[in-house]
């Protein structure tokens, strides 16, 4: 026999109510570590995609026997030339109207900045042996605006056109 008249009822307003208050406290500890995890993840990505995009315009140009390039998109901002993303075309320059391969870079707070030698440039062109035409080496950092934010990443391209990806200390 059941000596408790409250057994099986469920919870009172104040458990839950603590309950609640518990939940809301570690969830204000837990979302800006959270939003951090995501700058983290998209600052990776930018970092892959170009890697990617560098690899796949080099044997491409090797595959059709001519020219393959990557472009940035908008290359009129001198301090982000390829943030807004970039694209792989036939030709050099191609048309990003008709490309082989579209990387929308755009992730609002962030930048991919063209360093040394490559500051400025908005187009890698590859030759049908896979080699960089220019034979420029340089550096493009992918960085977030956040100072809160690091690491971001440094993109490494050989004079023969290999990239390679370091973590970077965007704001020290």
Do not use: K
């Not at 059941?2 to 518990?22: D, H, Q």
């Not at 204000?28 to 700058?39: E, Q, R, Y």
């Not at 080496?137 to 023969?160: H, K």
């Amino acid at each position: 026999m059941n000596t408790n008249p409250r057994a099986g009822r469920g919870f009172t307003l104040v458990e839950l109510m603590v309950t609640v208050a518990i939940a809301a406290v570690l969830l204000g500890f837990a979302l800006p570590a959270f939003n951090d995890f995501v700058m983290q993840r998209r600052i990776t990505t930018t970092a892959n995609d170009f890697v990617l995009a560098m690899n796949y315009a080099r044997s491409e140009a090797a595959r059709l026997g001519g020219i393959v390039s990557v472009q940035a998109l908008n290359a009129a901002d001198t301090d982000n030339e390829w943030g807004p993303g970039f694209c792989v075309v036939e030709g050099d320059p191609g048309n990003c109207n008709d490309p082989l391969r579209v990387f929308d870079v755009g992730f609002g707070d962030g930048t991919v900045d063209a360093l040394d030698a490559l500051d400025g440039a908005d187009t890698f062109s590859f030759n049908s042996r896979g080699m960089l035409t220019a034979g420029a080496a340089g550096v493009l950092e992918v960085c977030t605006t956040d100072v809160t934010i690091d690491p971001g990443r440094s993109l490494t391209i050989s004079a023969v056109g290999r990239p390679s990806v370091n973590e970077l200390e965007c704001h020290p």
